[in-house]
């Protein structure tokens, strides 16, 4: 259980949000390198139309996947409803399908593969762990309320 003085996500994420997929989306899908960061498109769950936005990636050990640092946002409702989806980076285009992970598997992918991305430089590592907010040191409390999807195959 996480401790009570640690805020949980809400979802939506911060007010920058907004402006940051303004500006990335135009540089992910001409191909401009933003360290893990692609495009992902999933089907809405209400309409049926295709919904893009950049998302992390986290590949590490031969796992990859995406957690939602900012909680319940709509890209994670989607992908929970549809379970497939299109990871795009310049002219790069990857159909995949994924399962959401229960509270157990999803701490294990944050200690299997998070962590040891972030480990890997002092950048990621803040980053990780300021802007996403993800106490990676307790990979329990670090996915509580915040979906994470793991890549299995291509369907």
Request: hydrophobic residues 40%; aromatic residues 8%.
């Amino acid at each position: 259980m996480p401790s009570a003085d640690r805020a949980q996500p809400r979802g939506g994420g911060p007010r920058w949000i907004p402006f940051f997929n303004a500006v990335a989306k135009p540089l992910l899908k001409l191909g401009v390198p933003m360290g893990p960061d692609v495009l992902i498109t999933v089907s809405g769950r209400k309409t049926g139309l295709p919904r893009t936005t950049p998302v992390t990636i986290c590949e590490y050990g031969g796992r990859r996947g995406f957690i939602s640092p900012f909680g319940e946002t709509n890209w994670a409702r989607n992908l929970r409803a549809a379970g497939v989806a299109t990871i795009s980076f310049g002219g790069r285009r990857e159909t995949v399908k994924t399962v959401e992970l229960n509270q157990e598997q999803a701490a294990g992918f944050v200690r299997d593969v998070i962590l040891p991305i972030a480990r890997q430089s002092r950048l990621g590592n803040w980053f990780v762990r300021n802007v996403d907010g993800l106490d990676i040191d307790h990979p329990e409390d670090a996915v509580v309320g915040r979906p994470v999807f793991e890549i299995v195959s291509e369907p």
